[in-house]
């Protein structure tokens, strides 16, 4: 079992940043994948960004340039650095941790005022 808790998000004027953390229960080593998506009202979730154990990383089209994924092993932490914020970034974000199986955060809200 891997439990995941984010925190981070808020509310920022467009143009702003926000840094998300989630903290692992268990060793970051031992989870090969680690990633961010994000859902928007009335809208399916998609797949913001994420890392491997390798470090190697993968950003949406929407977000590349914009956003940093990184993980800090020690801490068993990963973070998802948030610049030049738009409205449409608006969402509920959730952490995702894929091992043999497939763990979630409950969320965080960020919202960009335009």
């Known amino acids: 079992q891997v439990q995941l808790v984010e925190s981070g998000g808020g509310l920022v004027e467009a143009g702003g940043s926000l840094r998300l953390s989630c903290a692992a229960s268990?060793?970051?080593?031992?989870?090969?994948?680690m990633g961010w998506y994000r859902q928007a009202p009335g809208k399916e979730r998609e797949l913001v960004a994420s890392?491997?154990?390798?470090?190697?990383?993968y950003y949406a089209d929407s977000v590349k340039g914009r956003f940093t994924i990184s993980r800090d092993n020690a801490k068993n932490t990963v973070y998802l650095q948030m610049g030049s914020l738009k409205p449409e970034d608006t969402a509920v974000y959730y952490c995702?941790?894929?091992?043999?199986?497939?763990?979630w955060g409950q969320g965080t809200q960020v919202t960009v005022s335009s």
């Open positions: 995702n941790a894929i091992t043999r199986s497939v763990y």
């Open positions: 268990r060793s970051a080593f031992s989870i090969n994948v």
């Open positions: 890392i491997n154990s390798g470090g190697n990383t």
